[in-house]
Nanobody, 117 residues
Framework: QVHLVEFGGGLVQPGGSLRLSCVASGSIRRVDSMDWYRQAPGGQRELVAGGNTYYADSVKGRFTISRDNAKRTVYLQMNSLKPEDTAVYFC???????????????WGQGTQVTVSS
């Protein structure tokens, strides 16, 4: 079994900051990638930050993705938050399970981020 769990969502005022975490656990041979997506109400799921270099235009200069390979954890530091950042944020990872030869995609359950005064 492989699990992805996100932490750190909540309610924050415009201009504030939040740090999301996503931890991969279980019978894992290798974690190949960990990215962040989000889905706003009525919208499609979109890639927010991936690898170490990709950022959606809407978050460039405000969000930073980082990864701790030893802890199988990816972080998303979100600064200068705006109401339009309100969404459910999902962790996505390509993981090779311990009992498998090839990897597959896993999703976390999502964590709600609400930016409102």
């Amino acid at each position: 079994q492989v699990h992805l769990v996100e932490f750190g969502g909540g309610l924050v005022q415009p201009g504030g900051s939040l740090r999301l975490s996503c931890v991969a656990s279980g019978s894992i041979r290798r974690v190949d990638s960990m990215d962040w997506y989000r889905q706003a109400p009525g919208g499609q799921r979109e890639l927010v930050a991936g690898g170490n270099t990709y950022y959606a235009d809407s978050v460039k200069g405000r969000f930073t993705i980082s990864r701790d390979n030893a802890k199988r954890t990816v972080y998303l530091q979100m600064n200068s938050l705006k109401p339009e950042d309100t969404a459910v944020y999902f962790c996505n990872a390509q993981i090779v399970a311990a009992y498998m030869v090839t990897g597959r995609e896993y999703w976390g359950q999502g964590t709600q981020v609400t930016v409102s005064s």
